[in-house]
Structures are given as structure tokens and as C-alpha cells.
């Protein structure tokens, strides 16, 4: 008897992809180690051609554009492979906006493949596809129960005066504890060289950007070893005591024209030109009809107004047009015309005019 000849497998070129989201995990390369010998395994038995394995070290799964993936991706859409092979799926993603987003390009037709090893996802069927959006959901659910988890936590610390977080600019976490188990900070001899060189040149007057530029200069390391900016310096400098940033005051827009009107007398009478008017209620937040700047024409109009002219507020003239039967575009184009503005500045649309007759 003749044996019937076995079908080829689908699956027969595979690239593999590897991920661990921390830092820790990533020097030991414990876990790394393990899902490539996961991989290595599976190929073998199953008489898959493993062409590689592509890795992201402490990168988290919340976003997909990481090298090690979009490698992998690359080596599929250039025909070297024709599955992506992965341990677990949230190895490859854990949020399912961009599970669907791989599904659609990549593995909704019969080009390309997914193959997850833990729960046996393989999207050379329907089913499997379902499954596997199935199990990127409950992915998806775990991912933001830990993290409000996380967030509680932090708020509880933060609470008993705790410092979370890395360890700020001068300090280093040791491998001593304190009496709740929390690792202590001590100082950083190199890093405390640098800040006191810091505290040496702003007590020389000179201002955060000059000493930016000098400590990039001299090739002093920030924490991560990377370029120095402003506002990490002034950070450092404010934590110390030394700088206290300064607040400007929040200025309020101006958008009834009554009052633009009469701060325009008011600046006529003193004898300010046009110009200058113009750039006084520009700089005092008074906003315009149908511009975003005053100007020496507009400033002139306004001059004109008359004195102490009495008008209906935009809600009644607004009433009064939708009792008469227009529509919320034409009422936004009728207040236009008689110079109303939104309390926000800009055009009348329908939803400003809708929030307008029903303000509740």
C-alpha cells in the first residue's frame, strides 16, 4: 500500500519574537532564556524552520512600536517568513487596539500567520482568530487591574510622606531596608560632585540655560547619562531650596465687546495711538470679532461704538431667532453679525448655539 504523501505545513518558516518589560529581567535573562528554549523546542517537534528570534529588552507591551517587533514584522512583509511565532500572547501585545491593528495588516488573511505557544492561538483558522482576540481582552482587563492596583498603592505611600519612584538626581537606592521593608536612599558621591557644581554656578548668577549649555559642554552625566535641560536643572536646583520657579499669573480672556470698547476709550484718553492700542488689548487677552489679534482698523470701529449702548445678551437675541424658526447655524451666523463672541472666543457653531438656549 502506497502512504499518502503528507501535507506541507503552513507554518513552515517561522521568525520568533521575545519580550520582558523590565529592566531587572532583562540583565538576568532568566526569562529570555527560557522562552527562546520554548520556541527552539516547539519548532523542532513540529518540523518548523526557526529563522531567528527577535527580542525587546524592558520594553513594556502597552505599545508596539519596539524594535525587536517591527523587526519581526519586517521579516514578514519581505517574504523571509510567513508566521510570527510567540511564547504568550501578551509577550507580543497586551493592548487589543493593537492586537486588531496587527490582525488587520498582518494576519486577517492567509499570507501570515500567529502562532502563540501558551494557549495554542493560531490564526490559520476562525476560531483560532477568535480565540486570540478573546484572550487579548482578558490581557487587556489583567494589564489595567494592575495597574490601578499599582496606583493605589503608590497614593497610600504618598499618603505617609513614602518618596516613590527612582531615586532622585544625588541618591542612590542601597540594598539596605528600612522597618517597612523599603529600600534606603543614600548619596551618590559623583552625583552630589555635579550638584554642587550646579548650586556653585547658580550662586554665580548664572541663569538655567547657561548652566544647561556649560554642563553639556563640560560632559557632566545627567541620571540617565543623557543630555541636560533646563527644567531638570531648575528641578534640582528648586529641590534643594535654591530656585523657586516663578508662576505667572493666568490672564482671562476679555470677550465681550462693551468692555474692549470702553478699554479702548479709556487708552484713547491718554493718548495712545491706534497701534498702541491695538497691542494693549491684544496683550490684555481682549479678544476680537473674527480675528485673533486688534489692530488699527478694528481698534477705529471700536472707538465708534457708541456710549453706553444697551444690548440684548447673546442667550435673548438667540431665543428670539429660534422662536422665529432658524436654525442653530443661521442663529451662529446672525450673532456673528450683530458682534456677539462665544464665551470662549472664536466662530459660533451649532453645539456653542445649542449650549447657549440650554445652558444646563
Request: include cysteine; glycine fraction near 8%; charge should be positive.
Amino acid at each position: 500500500m502506497k502512504t499518502p504523501t503528507r501535507a506541507p505545513s503552513v507554518a513552515s518558516v517561522a521568525i520568533g519574537y521575545i519580550r520582558v518589560s523590565s529592566v531587572e529581567q532583562a540583565q538576568e535573562g532568566v526569562s529570555l532564556d527560557v522562552q527562546k528554549e520554548k520556541l527552539r523546542g516547539y519548532c523542532k517537534v513540529h518540523r518548523i524552520q526557526l529563522i531567528d528570534i527577535k527580542s525587546d529588552e524592558g520594553i513594556s507591551g502597552g505599545t508596539i512600536e519596539r524594535p525587536g517587533l517591527q523587526a519581526a514584522l519586517r521579516c514578514l512583509e519581505r517574504g523571509q517568513a510567513n508566521t510570527l511565532i510567540v511564547t504568550k500572547l501578551d509577550r507580543l501585545t497586551r493592548s487589543v487596539k493593537d492586537l486588531c491593528a496587527l490582525v488587520d495588516r498582518f494576519f486577517s488573511h492567509e499570507n501570515y500567520h500567529l502562532l502563540s505557544l501558551c494557549g495554542m492561538i493560531n490564526t490559520h483558522t476562525a476560531a483560532g482568530r477568535m480565540m486570540m482576540l478573546n484572550l487579548a481582552n482578558y490581557a487587556q482587563f489583567e494589564r489595567e487591574l494592575v495597574r490601578e492596583r499599582t496606583q493605589e498603592a503608590m497614593q497610600h505611600l504618598k499618603a505617609q510622606g513614602v518618596r516613590v519612584g527612582k531615586a532622585p538626581f544625588g541618591y542612590l537606592h542601597s540594598h539596605e531596608l528600612d522597618a517597612h521593608g523599603r529600600r534606603l536612599l543614600v548619596k551618590s558621591p559623583a552625583e552630589m560632585e555635579i550638584l554642587r557644581h550646579i548650586v556653585s554656578l547658580f550662586g554665580q548668577g548664572h541663569n538655567l540655560s547657561e548652566i544647561t549649555r556649560m554642563l553639556n559642554e563640560q560632559g557632566k552625566p545627567s541620571k540617565q547619562g543623557k543630555r541636560w535641560y533646563s527644567r531638570v536643572v531648575g528641578q534640582i536646583l528648586e529641590r534643594e531650596g535654591y530656585y523657586t520657579p516663578c508662576v505667572h499669573p493666568k490672564i482671562e480672556r476679555v470677550c465681550d465687546i462693551n468692555v474692549s470698547a470702553a478699554r479702548a476709550r479709556e487708552l484713547n484718553a491718554q493718548g495712545l495711538s491706534l497701534r498702541d492700542i491695538a497691542e494693549r488689548l491684544t496683550k490684555e487677552r481682549h479678544i476680537p470679532q473674527r480675528a485673533k489679534e486688534w489692530h488699527a482698523a478694528t481698534v477705529r470701529s471700536l472707538l465708534r461704538r457708541p456710549v453706553g449702548e444697551v444690548r440684548k445678551s447673546a442667550a435673548e437675541v438667540a431665543r428670539e431667532l429660534r422662536d422665529g424658526g432658524a436654525s442653530l447655524r443661521q442663529i451662529g451666523r446672525a450673532l456673528t453679525d450683530q458682534g456677539y463672541t462665544p464665551p470662549r472666543g472664536g466662530r459660533w457653531h451649532p453645539a456653542t448655539v445649542m449650549h447657549l438656549l440650554d445652558p444646563m
